[in-house]
């Protein structure tokens, strides 16, 4: 128990060799680096797509509750920053997103146009969830603090607007990032597949895949028996540069 | 009553609630930090002769199904024929007062008490159960508690939402539907499988007795046992995963928090800016906005905790069945509804209960003075504005601090290593620690000044 005070938990989270993690393989989440990779990926889409849809959120509500007033409520006063921020986080999902459509583009081109087998990594309640939290937390965290620097109260009505309004956003934007991540690391999965037998200096590699059957129609210095009498390396295989 | 006027700013209270909650994790982390094991959370329990006879005892079954029936029998009649002035008709007050928060808290306190008032249970036991009546459908397993979840929603939503609920006639009117409703359920899928998978108030007081000291099993012959336990560790039992008990423990604490959030001026604002999108309603804007207010909180509760759920599940650093681990750590949020629907209701239960004694010798507003008690009026002794308020602040508190405590052993119990269990409980503390501060200022608005 001393041991787990020492760092108040967080020494798991710096120290994958805590002597506290060799207990059965079948218990182990943390410790499968690729599943701690797909993890760390997946945590980026959904802070990236939280902040993007957090300024959609704000966009809505704005525009729900204020009409026509809403956009030069938005770009004035202490919300002057606001259309900057949305800008760049719609940017940088766009450009995300574009990423992620050219690694499936080229998954699918390198698998003779069909899509890779796509397996659900991440439920879709909790990504709903994560969203959601997350921007509703980063909606009220701005208006309270454009309101400080008003010198004012946070406007009340904003609690159920920020409730609606992020909800609202958030349950599609749920539905695509989880559909685009199946199909996302299901082409990564294949293209890291293909990539080491493609590469790999060590590997031979078949350039010219002639038939071996003893009794095929090959001239008979190119038949196998032949072939294999004569000192290596052989004419039909080379390593691959 | 009077506004209480704070001696120190409100900000103080609200913040001070926070550092309480966040310091008494690290004294419950100090001390039940051991509590680990792949087996349930061992937890002390001592055996009651005295309840234990009473309870093998057909007595306090017949004599608490009587007076549950009783009961049921004075709202349907006095909702029905009674004044229709809602402070005159005992109804109003024994449905949203002695039988919607006093029993609930009162079975909190003692055990469930459900289990022996249930007056649709009585009725069936002496009508169709003695006839050894047989179930006429199978409820589909994959049903679960929905129907449950789905009938207490509707009943919140009656409480909350529609101005109806102030009026004795419908509230009689509903009492009569809703006995024909379970009594025909019982009838069509089984006393007990309908009772614990589709009856509203049994579900609940399912959950609530949980909570209380008093926990009843049956042993190998069949023969009844009564144990006295901690109050709470009854939520650490094993529980059969399922996101219909989830959702029903958001909407049992979503409803308590709006009902305390139409007073404040969040709610009155928003009402007044959707006014223009609900104006094609005509007389139903107000229900509209009602009901998507309290969607919207139950909703959002219920994500926020699934989130901070997922979270703490990562942190716990162990394969764990997912659903499982979400049903066990939803269950012990109930201890947070408990004492919010405590601090919400302390008024209407200390002062407005009082109200019935009069109605009682004169039920149907007759002008009946068989006992001289015309001239009663509701004692506030111990309603002063200061005592509300700080006996609000302890409840909030101490809720979300049993919270805690239950949380921690339960993580104790999935994630089976001191550290990890540390690890996972930060996001709860930090969501308790804002539902604490937010709650006080919620119940501060018409309380304090």
Known sequence: MQGAFLDWGFGTLTNPTDPQSHFPSSDRVAYDRPAVRAFRWRAAWVLLVALAGSQAGHLLIYRLRFGAMAGPLQESGVHAYFPDLAQSAASLVGGALIAALGIIGVARLLNGGAAARRVRTVSLMDLLAVLFTLQFAVFLTQETLEAVAEGLGPDPAMLFWGMAGQLAVAAPAAAALSALLSRLEAAVTALLTRAPRAWSPHTPHVLIDLPTAPGGNLPPQLRPGRLGSRAPPTSRTTSAW | ?449
């Not at chain 2, 087996?39 to 009587?66: F, H």
């Not at chain 2, 008490?113 to 007056?119: C, E, G, I």
């Not at chain 2, 609940?204 to 006295?228: K, M, S």
């Not at chain 2, 009901?291 to 942190?315: E, I, N």
């Open chain 2, 1 to 449: 009553m009077a506004r209480y006027e704070l001696p120190v700013p409100l900000d103080l209270y609200v913040y001070a609630a926070g550092l309480v909650v966040v310091t008494s994790f690290v004294v419950l982390a100090l001390v039940l930090g051991d509590q680990l094991g792949s087996r349930p959370v061992p937890c002390p329990r001592w055996e009651a002769p005295l309840l234990t006879w009473l309870g093998r005892s057909p007595i306090p079954r017949a004599a608490g199904g009587a007076a549950g029936v009783l009961v049921l029998l004075t709202v349907i009649s006095t909702g029905l024929l009674g004044s229709q002035d809602p402070l005159r008709n005992p109804s109003e007050y024994l449905t949203w007062i002695y039988f919607a928060t006093g029993l609930v808290l009162l079975s909190a306190a003692v055990g469930n008490l459900w289990s022996l008032v249930n007056p649709w249970a009585a009725v069936y036991d002496v009508t169709l159960g003695r006839r050894g009546w047989k179930p006429r459908l199978v409820l589909p397993e994959r049903l679960g508690r929905w129907p449950a979840v789905g009938l207490y929603l509707a009943f919140v939503a009656f409480e909350l939402v529609f101005s109806a609920a102030n009026r004795p006639s419908v509230v009689g009117a509903l009492a009569l539907a809703y006995s024909v409703l379970t009594v025909a359920g019982m009838a069509l899928f089984g006393r007990d499988r309908w009772l614990h998978r589709g009856e509203a108030f049994t579900v609940l007081f399912d959950l609530v007795g949980r909570f209380g000291p008093v926990d009843a099993e049956r042993d190998e012959r069949g023969v009844q046992r009564v144990w006295l336990r901690p109050w709470g560790v009854g939520l650490l039992e094993p529980t059969p995963a399922g996101w219909d008990l989830v959702c029903f423990v958001a909407v049992m604490v979503g409803a308590v928090v709006f009902d305390s959030l139409i007073a404040t001026p969040s709610w009155l604002s928003f009402r007044a800016s959707i006014g223009l999108w609900a104006h094609p309603l005509g007389l139903h804007a107000q229900a509209a906005a009602r009901l998507l207010g309290l969607l919207l909180v139950c909703g959002s509760g219920l994500l926020v905790f699934v989130a901070v759920a997922s979270v703490m599940v990562r942190f716990g650093r162990r394969t764990v069945d997912r659903d499982e681990t979400v049903t066990a750590f939803a269950l012990t949020l109930v201890p947070l509804a408990l004492a919010y629907m405590a601090a919400h209701n302390y008024g209407q239960i200390v002062v407005w209960s009082q109200a019935l004694i009069p109605l009682l010798v004169d039920p149907f507003g007759r002008g009946w003075d068989v006992v001289p008690l015309t001239g009663y009026s509701p004692s506030h002794a111990l309603a002063g504005a200061a005592m509300v308020w700080y006996t609000q602040v302890a409840l909030v508190v101490l809720g979300a601090v049993a919270v805690l405590a239950l949380a921690y052993l339960r993580a104790g119990e999935r994630f089976q290593r001191a550290r990890w269990a540390l690890l996972s409980q930060y996001p709860l503390v930090a969501l308790m620690a804002v539902y604490a501060m937010t709650g006080l200022w919620i119940l501060a608005q018409p309380v304090t000044r």
